[in-house]
């Protein structure tokens, strides 16, 4: 049987999650509904939590303070958990393979290059243009992780605004402001021209889990004795990584999705384990395939252990947030 080729995984794996994002978003709509007295009752969507970041954050460090898990919002911590392990062993698999930014930002990338659009920025302006990304990631952390103590973010759990979380992200994106739209026709316009742009320049959540798989074992190795030299493989990079010029691709902007390997014409990039003359070659679907286990592990595990699904019904009623019953 024949594998597909790593660049075909990765587009298959992030449309697959496109897809159900979508449909996770259409249940979280008719929850939003039934909460305005406007439909029948949808049960809500755990997945949806994992458009809360700075919750799970939060959550994160109420957890490692030995506090248990968010009990308003686990499926978020989960979710973040998943990220992070993924992060540490097999790069940015999470932002690679699950996030629907990156499929759409992969997406404008490819249609800037088949129209020659792209830009090659210089070595100072890449560097210049991922720097916003870390800068933000240190005002969240220091805001959210440093500031905020464990009765802090107790309080903050148990907010009605906490609590609708993820309906009032919903709105927001359903009925958008101009600047809103303004920011988001930005980052679209320009990531035709500069692939990556929000993933590579903005996303805090991307900045975070670049830091850690500087820790993973896993990268993209280069036979320089094969390579041509041809630029394919910087060329496809969906972060703009110099790929041809580096013997080892590990560093915080690889997401391990494969692309460069797909279009290597002579085969010098491979996929591997480990250090020096011991790292282990590893198949192309490697990196795909060990993303899935581990957000199916931990979903797994979260659904065993209870720490996936909330009942707030309770809470809501606490607060007044359920809508009127005839």
Not at 108 to 124: A, V
Not at 207 to 222: I, M, Q
Not at 223 to 248: F, L, M, N, W, Y
Request: glycine fraction near 12%.
């Amino acid at each position: 049987m024949a594998f597909p080729s790593p660049a075909r995984l990765h587009r298959t794996i992030q449309l697959a999650f496109v897809l159900f994002l979508a449909w996770t978003a259409w249940e979280l709509y008719g929850y939003a509904a039934w909460l305005d007295g406007k439909g029948a009752f949808v049960p809500r969507p755990p997945a949806a939590e994992a458009f809360l970041p700075l919750s799970a954050l939060l959550g994160l460090k109420r957890f490692l303070l030995g506090h248990g898990f968010d009990p308003v919002h686990p499926a978020g911590l989960t979710v973040l958990l998943v990220a992070l392990a993924s992060a540490l062993l097999c790069r940015r698999g999470f932002c690679g393979f699950l996030c629907p930014v990156g499929w759409l930002s992969g997406a404008l990338s490819r249609f800037g290059e088949r129209n020659g659009l792209r830009c090659e920025p210089g070595k100072r302006l890449e560097w210049l243009l991922t720097l916003p990304k870390y800068l933000i990631l240190g005002l969240l952390l220091y805001g959210f992780m440093v500031r905020m103590g464990v009765r802090e973010i107790d309080w903050f759990i148990m907010l009605p605004y906490n609590l609708t979380a993820d309906v009032a992200m919903l709105r927001y994106f359903l009925e958008p402001g101009t600047a809103t739209l303004m920011v988001l026709a930005a980052m679209g316009i320009g990531s035709i021209f500069l692939p990556g742009l929000w993933c590579r320049g903005f996303c805090p959540y991307g900045a975070l889990l670049g830091l850690l798989s500087l820790f993973s074992p896993a990268a993209v190795n280069r036979e320089a004795a094969q390579c041509t030299g041809c630029g394919r493989c910087r060329r496809a990079c969906p972060s703009r990584i110099a790929v041809d010029r580096q013997k080892r691709v590990s560093g915080p902007e690889c997401v391990g999705c494969g692309e460069c390997v797909s279009v290597c014409p002579t085969g010098c990039l491979r996929m591997s384990v480990g250090y020096g003359p011991t790292a282990r070659r590893m198949p192309g679907w490697f990196f795909g395939a060990a993303t899935l286990a581990i957000l199916f592990c931990g979903y797994g595990l979260a659904v065993l252990t209870g720490h996936w699904n909330a009942d707030l019904l309770p809470l809501l009623t606490r607060h007044g947030l359920l809508p009127p019953f005839p």
